[in-house]
């Protein structure tokens, strides 16, 4: 499952997706085989307003996803998952270098009211940040 630019997440396991009313429902059990999360940087800081981009507007054209183009249609899909964060799973970036584990229950309506619960354990790793130093073994 692609994430963006050096994410990376492999799941495996079994869901049902069900069209109920209007509205599909996803529900199931997942866990992550392997997986990769890059942290950011702050980013990047704004342009200030009497800076011009020459060729910006041009680049700048958006496209609204194709089920709004079709139909005027936002999809709902009511969302009842647990995530499994398995043995295999790494955040790393902004002083963080560690391998996470736990489990998750996703529900809700997605896109617009997701729900998240459940624990997030790191299971080794170092943070590090102002200067310190700390390391989960």
Known sequence: ?????????LLSGLTDLIAAGGELQWRGQL?????????????????????QI??????????????EVAAGWTPRVGAELTIALGEALSVRGGGVDARLGGEL????VLPTAPQVRGQVDVRDGTLSAYGWKSVVA
């Open 1 to 9: 499952m692609p994430l963006g630019p050096g994410q990376r997440l």
């Open 31 to 51: 866990r992550a085989d392997e997986g990769l999360i890059e942290l950011r940087s702050g980013g990047v800081p704004d342009i200030p307003a009497d800076i």
């Open 54 to 67: 020459v060729g910006a507007a041009a680049a700048r054209k958006e496209i609204p996803p194709a089920a």
């Open 105 to 108: 229950t996703l529900t809700g």
